[in-house]
């Protein structure tokens, strides 16, 4: 088993910043990739970035390219999305998500992930 634990999230006005943060505890941690994940009202889960396991691959959805930055720390067990430029349409609860794997490809899909954090809420007003 593996504990996520989001942080970070708040409200801020369009064009400011916010860092997320995601704890894990249970594992090793530099064995899983990760992901951040972003759900609005009335809306799916959607994908928002991803890391393999050593941090050497990441990648992103085109809405938030040049805008956000996944990275992680394997000292610290956790995983950080900074968030730059912040859009009303980013609005949303934020979760990570973890899947024990040592590819060097990323994951993409809800499904592919095993863990989940509770969620963290960003609110950007316009």
């Given at each position: 088993?593996?504990?996520?634990?989001?942080?970070?999230?708040?409200?801020?006005?369009?064009?400011?910043?916010?860092?997320?943060?995601?704890?894990?505890?249970?594992?090793t941690?530099?064995?899983?990739?990760?992901?951040?994940?972003?759900?609005?009202?009335?809306?799916?889960?959607?994908?928002?970035?991803?890391i393999?396991?050593?941090?050497?691959?990441t990648?992103?959805?085109?809405?938030?390219?040049?805008?956000?930055?996944?990275?992680?720390?394997?000292?610290?067990?956790?995983?950080?999305?900074?968030?730059?430029?912040?859009?009303?349409?980013?609005?949303?609860?934020?979760?990570?998500?973890?899947?024990?794997?040592?590819?060097?490809?990323?994951?993409?899909?809800?499904?592919?992930?095993?863990?989940?954090?509770?969620?963290?809420?960003?609110?950007?007003?316009?």
């Open positions: 088993q593996v504990q996520l634990v989001e942080s970070g999230g708040g409200l801020v006005q369009a064009g400011g910043s916010l860092r997320l943060s995601c704890a894990a505890s249970g594992r941690f530099s064995n899983y990739a990760m992901g951040w994940f972003r759900q609005a009202p009335g809306k799916e889960r959607e994908f928002v970035a991803a393999n396991w050593t941090g050497g691959n990648y992103y959805v085109d809405s938030v390219k040049g805008r956000f930055t996944i990275s992680r720390d394997n000292a610290k067990n956790t995983v950080y999305l900074q968030m730059n430029s912040l859009k009303p349409e980013d609005t949303a609860v934020y979760y990570c998500a973890a899947v024990l794997s040592q590819r060097r490809t990323v994951l993409t899909g809800p499904r592919g992930y095993d863990y989940w954090g509770q969620g963290t809420q960003v609110t950007v007003s316009s």
